[in-house]
Structure formats: structure tokens, C-alpha cells
């Protein structure tokens, strides 16, 4: 017998089966009440999901790279510079982006101890490491030591800065532009930027 | 909106039963205010189902690494948590 005095095969007990439970319920009660039927549901996800990714993210800071006037605007609102890119966070419910400078001084790595807050329109679904309790508890407590397992050494005269993503606001990584690439134009510096770069755990 | 950038501050040393967004580490540390946002809802009240929580100010602090973990915190270290206004008190009315 399980602790609730029935037996069965089902796991209702876990966060993820709570979740699809919930879920299910409110598609079954959209279908009721005629407002969207799954497959509606499920087409809006996969059309997100399409448009999402890091090559968004790679795209903003190529572009900041290049056109200082782009990345003044960035720095200071985010969401009005990404706009101008045709991209956006606000799928859902209103999401404030900010994007914080790596420079010769400092080193900005993301986390959300929470949960698992995240720039998915910019970046794509997020990798398993930054779900996990590991990387969430420990990034606030010793970021050096987490940096130097992504192999990331930072000499100590390098401030390290921790943002703790909420569902208010979302952080992205403007990493410092490759020494070596003078001349490059926004679609080859695109390609050098990697997903962890534009979370911190690159640098 | 009570504080600005720059400004001292400190996290109340509250306990409440139910969600709160100040973590335990983060009670009654001192820190600065590093950026002023928009009004959100506040979550305690989103998280009890209000229909219509209260808006209050969010303010990113930032806090030393040093102050959150007395015992050994890395060098150079500093950790930003979004925090709204009624979680916060001036650091110069504590002791």
C-alpha cells in the first residue's frame, strides 16, 4: 500500500505528473467551453518553439558588437533593443530582459535558484544542467569553482557577478567580442557565440 | 518608489509560513540597490491566489558575497536577487 491507502501502477505523486494533471485539466476545459482545442494548443508551442533558440541571442550580440549605438540601447532596455531585431520576450505575460557586459574587470553568469527561469525566446529550451539543484544552489555560494568545472579559470581581480532570474526578469550575457576578429561582419561573429557564453558559464 | 540606485539597504529578518522570495540566505543581509523596475505583483499574494495582488516596486540588490556567506565566500564575488520594496528596510534605521 502506498502512504495514501491505495495501491496503483500511476506516479501521481511527482511535480511533473502534478503538472501534466493540471495541464490536461485546463485543455480539457478550454475544449469544454469551445475557447482552443488541443491540437491549437499544441501548434502554438511548436510555433515558439520554431522561432526559438540561441541563434536569437547569438544574433543580439553580434549586432552590439558591431553597432554601438545598438548596444547603449540594449544595456539600458533590453526588451526596446530586441524589438528593433524583430524579437520578443513577451509571449505570455509581460518579462523584463536585461543584458549584463562581461568586460576585461567582470565576469556575469546567470541561475535561477527558484526554478528554472530562463530567456527561451532568445535562447531555446534550457540545457538540464541549469534545471538542476546542483548548479542552482551551488552558482550562488562559489560561481569560481562552478566556472573553473565549465572550465572557466577567473583570476580573482575578475569580479564574478551572480543575477538570479525571476519570473519579473530575465538575464542574458553580452560576452566580450573575440580579440581577433576585426573586420568580421554580424553573421561570422554570430557563429562563434555558443549558448553557454550567452548564460555565463562560458567566457 | 522609496529607494534609488546606489542605496543601502537591508533584508528583513522575516519568516513568514507562507511564499516569500527572500531566501533564507539572504535574510537580514545588508546590500545596494543596483536597479529600480517597474511595479510587479507581488508574489507573495500571486502565490495565496489573490485575484488582484498588490503591485509594489522590484529592486535588483546586489549583496557581497562575503556578507550572504560569512564562511567562506569566494573573493570578488557578488550575487543579485530581485526583491520587491516591503521586503526591504534603509540600512541606516538598523542597527
Known amino acids: 500500500m502506498s502512504e495514501h491507502g491505495h495501491d496503483h501502477p500511476h506516479d501521481h505523486g511527482s511535480p511533473a505528473a502534478v503538472m501534466t494533471a493540471r495541464v490536461n485539466a485546463l485543455i480539457g476545459a478550454l475544449e469544454a467551453r469551445g475557447v482552443a482545442a488541443d491540437a491549437d494548443v499544441t501548434a502554438v508551442i511548436e510555433r515558439f518553439l520554431a522561432a526559438a533558440g540561441p541563434q536569437n541571442g547569438a544574433r543580439i550580440v553580434a549586432r552590439a558588437w558591431v553597432d554601438p549605438t545598438f548596444r547603449a540601447l540594449l544595456l539600458a532596455d533590453a526588451n526596446a533593443a530586441i524589438a528593433a531585431l524583430g524579437l520578443d520576450m513577451s509571449h505570455w505575460a509581460p518579462v523584463e530582459l536585461r543584458v549584463v557586459e562581461n568586460t576585461a574587470h567582470v565576469h556575469n553568469i546567470v541561475v535561477c535558484t527558484l526554478c528554472s527561469c530562463y530567456p527561451i525566446a532568445l535562447l531555446g529550451p534550457a540545457p538540464q544542467w541549469y534545471k538542476s539543484e546542483a548548479y542552482r544552489s551551488r552558482v550562488v555560494r562559489e560561481p569560481r569553482a562552478v566556472l573553473r568545472e565549465f572550465g572557466v579559470a577567473l583570476a580573482d581581480d575578475i569580479e564574478v557577478r551572480v543575477w538570479d532570474s525571476t519570473a519579473e526578469l530575465r538575464y542574458l550575457v553580452l560576452p566580450r567580442r573575440p580579440a581577433d576578429s576585426d573586420g568580421w561582419d554580424e553573421a561570422r561573429l554570430m557563429q562563434g557565440v555558443t549558448r553557454d557564453a550567452l548564460i555565463g558559464a562560458a567566457r | ?95
Open chain 2, 1 to 95: 518608489m522609496t529607494y534609488g540606485v546606489g542605496d543601502l539597504v537591508r533584508t528583513s529578518g522575516r519568516d513568514p509560513a507562507h511564499h516569500y522570495r527572500v531566501p533564507r540566505y539572504l535574510r537580514a543581509k545588508r546590500g545596494r540597490i543596483e536597479a529600480v523596475h517597474a511595479a510587479f505583483p507581488l508574489a507573495d499574494a500571486r502565490a495565496a491566489g489573490d485575484p488582484a495582488p498588490p503591485l509594489e516596486t522590484l529592486y535588483t540588490v546586489a549583496f557581497d558575497g562575503g556578507e550572504v556567506w560569512p564562511e567562506g565566500a569566494e573573493p570578488n564575488t557578488v550575487y543579485h536577487a530581485e526583491l520587491w520594496e516591503s521586503y526591504l528596510l534603509p540600512a541606516a534605521e538598523l542597527p
